[in-house]
């Protein structure tokens, strides 16, 4: 099945900066790759997601690149502000006709700080 | 609110009691997923209803879970003799057929002592 990794489990920049988060992945047939941000205690919520005949998407300050060659996908936040601050998450899923289930990595705690 | 509703928010049972927990998807979605969250982890899949039909099962869910969408509309995913390794965050999400975007519920917390 998909394995997704995923770099750095934490992150700490100064409020302003850029944020960067890697993942990778191991099955070829994903082609969907969402990023979800989680607060404390609060539901997993989608931010930004790219296709896989996508290689960039871009939302305000928030973006994500996909390698499909390298199987690797990036979160970049820029101008980071203290309500980024939560546990960021990527996934990979193979879409078929019936099912898109979603394959998690281990999660990115950013801590932007004042 | 016309998200993902899931009850009840926390469960504390006793080791080897059963409890059953109630998803209520976003209105005309017709999939519906079940997902485990412990600390420090992303959501791990657990099973998939298309419609009423239970179209997949994670190897996580052992003989003691079970999981129904009798109508098509709400499900329950029920655990029987829980053990302390079911603690866990049990999230609930929805998708339209068609359509990748899956979003999920508050989640319901799982202790056992």
């Known amino acids: 099945g998909e394995n997704v990794e995923q770099h750095p489990s934490t992150l700490s920049v100064q409020e302003g900066d850029s944020a960067v988060i890697k993942c990778t992945y191991s099955?070829?047939?994903?082609?969907?790759f969402p990023w979800y941000k989680q607060e404390l205690g609060k539901r997993p919520q989608l931010i930004i997601d790219i296709r896989s005949n996508v290689g960039e998407k871009k939302d305000q300050r928030i973006a994500v690149t996909l390698n499909k060659t390298a199987k690797h996908f990036s979160l970049h936040i820029t101008e980071t502000q203290p309500e980024d601050s939560a546990v960021y998450f990527c996934?990979?899923?193979?879409?078929?006709?019936?099912?898109?289930?979603?394959?998690f990595g281990t999660g990115t705690r950013l801590q932007v700080t004042l | 609110d016309t998200g993902v509703s899931q009850n009840p928010r926390h469960k504390i049972t006793k080791r080897g009691q059963n409890v059953t927990f109630r998803c209520d998807p976003i209105?005309?979605?017709?999939?519906l997923y079940w997902y485990r969250q412990t600390l420090g982890q992303g959501p791990e899949f657990l099973t998939y209803f298309q419609n009423e039909a239970q179209l997949e099962k994670s190897r996580l869910l052992s003989d003691r879970f079970s999981a129904e969408r009798p109508k098509g509309s709400f499900s329950t995913l029920e655990i029987q003799r829980t053990e302390q390794g079911d603690s866990a965050m049990y999230l609930c999400?929805?998708?339209?057929?068609?359509?990748?975007?899956?979003?999920f519920g508050e989640g319901s917390w799982l202790t056992v002592v």
């Open positions: 209105s005309e979605h017709n999939r």
């Open positions: 999400a929805s998708s339209k057929t068609g359509v990748n975007t899956i979003y």
């Open positions: 099955d070829s047939a994903s082609n969907y």
């Open positions: 996934a990979a899923s193979i879409r078929t006709g019936t099912a898109s289930k979603l394959t």
